[in-house]
């Protein structure tokens, strides 16, 4: 068998993609070569293809020019740099944003902002349309580098002071949408240095789903699912076809790969709400939700009359209370899933379902997939 000599120029170091890569390679005869940045010996390299992360870096820019001056199929794993006409396998960042802004809706958060060190073309995608999906509001645009004050980007002191002033002067409760996982950290130590609370002041969701990152923090970090494996995987079967000599229309559309859902963590477990009514009714509904109270005994438990509840509910969620509590099983049943530890039956019982056939349906026309789908990710 002749191994073909793949190069791979990812930087920063994924370990998503590099995973997706060698999953290929072992089953087609690659042999990987792993330069980073700042190899200056490329010129010398010869190999049949490269998988690239293309960014901002005028380094690695001349090393992609230089592989294709000589014939040298390259493949981007990023939306990066659009400007520059390549085949391209990557996230979709829109979906991204729509999926970010619908976990942040189901929680009622009526007050949202986007957070990012940076800015450039992938940004822009989600930010755009994270911030379409609440029409009714201008959601906050913090971008550190956009800011006049950011005259130093990696001005840790300025950038926290800055975050932090954003923090207090921000509509509470506040959820914030951070481009990566990463600067989802730099929101949650703001937000702790700030003297807020997370997430009852300020919920905090990232990108990537970096595992070590997420759940290293303070309070481990909800994330978007960005399946950088499958971006890696799709972005080697795309470069096999293209040394095995296939055609690709270099200025086409990338080829994008949907985010995975969300990992929910301890970062944006809560309810945007402003009652203290409707969140003391949350915390009875929570502490059993096998056995809730009725919504007549619910009120007798709050020391208010039925009509006074339903009116609360209506006015800070815009839903009756039996809403909600279909909305805390569901979460829980999330979690629940999650874990593995328990079946998909003991799941249904201890929410209160009357059998496992009902908990199914119901989880199915909330979500779309089933409780086993949902939990493997098929």
């Not at 300020?202 to 481990?220: I, K, M, T, W």
Request: charged share 25%; glycine share 8%.
């Amino acid at each position: 068998m002749t191994l073909k000599n793949v190069l791979l120029l990812i930087t920063p170091s994924s370990p998503g993609r590099f995973a997706g890569i060698a999953r290929f390679a072992r089953a087609h005869g690659w042999h990987l070569t792993v330069a980073d940045r700042l190899t200056h010996a490329l010129n010398g390299w010869s190999g049949d293809g490269a998988l690239v992360t293309l960014r901002d870096d005028e380094t690695v820019l001349r090393q992609v020019r230089s592989l294709r001056r000589r014939g040298i199929p390259v493949v981007d794993l990023t939306a990066a740099r659009p400007d520059v006409a390549l085949p391209r396998v990557c996230g979709d960042n829109s979906a991204i944003g729509h999926l970010a802004a619908e976990h942040f809706r189901s929680r009622y958060y009526r007050n949202v902002a986007w957070y990012s060190t940076g800015w450039g073309h992938q940004h822009e995608l989600r930010h755009a349309a994270f911030a379409g999906e609440f029409p009714d509001q201008t959601v906050s645009r913090w971008a550190w580098t956009l800011d006049p004050r950011s005259t130093k980007s990696d001005d840790w002191k300025a950038l926290s002071r800055w975050l932090e002033e954003k923090l207090a002067e921000a509509p509470k409760p506040l959820g914030v949408f951070c481009f990566d996982d990463a600067d989802a950290s730099r929101v949650e130590s703001a937000v702790l240095d700030a003297g807020l609370k997370i997430p009852d002041d300020v919920a905090v969701l990232g990108a990537g789903d970096d595992r070590p990152l997420c759940e290293s923090q303070f309070l481990p970090i909800s994330s978007v699912h960005h399946d950088l494996e499958q971006i890696g995987y799709r972005g080697a079967e795309l470069l096999e076809e293209l040394m095995s000599g296939a055609e690709v229309n270099r200025s086409g559309d990338p080829i994008l790969i949907p985010p995975g859902g969300i990992m929910e963590r301890a970062s944006t477990d809560a309810l945007a709400v402003n009652s203290d009514l409707v969140r003391r009714a949350a915390e009875i509904y929570r502490a059993d939700l096998a056995h809730p109270p009725s919504t007549v005994l619910l009120a007798e438990r709050l020391g208010i009359s039925r009509s006074t509840l339903d009116r609360a509910f209506a006015a800070d969620l815009g839903l009756s209370p039996a809403h909600l509590l279909a909305r805390l099983r569901l979460d829980e049943a999330k979690r629940l899933l999650r874990d593995g530890t328990k079946s998909i039956a003991e799941i249904s019982y201890s929410l209160g379902y009357c059998n496992p056939a009902y908990f199914t349906n119901t989880f199915r026309a909330a979500t779309g997939q089933t409780p086993k789908s949902w939990r493997t990710g098929n």
